[in-house]
Nanobody
Framework: QVQLVESGGGLVHIGGSLRLSCVAS????????MNWYRQPPGKEREFVAT???NYADSVKGRFTISRDNAKNTLYLQMKSLKPDDTAVYYC?????????WGQGTQVIVSS
């Protein structure tokens, strides 16, 4: 059974950094491309990053996606955070015709 559990969110000042984690179970993370999405308050969910190396223009140069295959864990390192980065961040697996999501972790960037 696929399970994705995000953690690492919190409150940070403008210009600060956070590292989000996504612990995967039920599959071998290294065998699949993984993604990060986010949903700002009152807005639609949007793409952030994928392990193929693509990033949303809004985060390019500030965010880095990576993984630790031994820990079956996906990461999102976020730097130079802005108020517009405030959102619930979700780990995502697309496998065949199915899409899997974690419960999300909240990031709040104070202004």
């Amino acid at each position: 059974q696929v399970q994705l559990v995000e953690s690492g969110g919190g409150l940070v000042h403008i210009g600060g950094s956070l590292r989000l984690s996504c612990v995967a179970s039920g599959f071998t993370l290294s065998k699949y491309h993984m993604n990060w999405y986010r949903q700002p308050p009152g807005k639609e969910r949007e793409f952030v990053a994928t392990t193929t190396g693509n990033y949303a223009d809004s985060v390019k140069g500030r965010f880095t996606i990576s993984r630790d295959n031994a820990k079956n864990t996906l990461y999102l390192q976020m730097k130079s955070l802005k108020p517009d980065d405030t959102a619930v961040y979700y780990c995502n697996l697309k496998r065949n015709a199915d899409s899997y999501w974690g419960q999300g972790t909240q990031v709040i960037v104070s202004s």
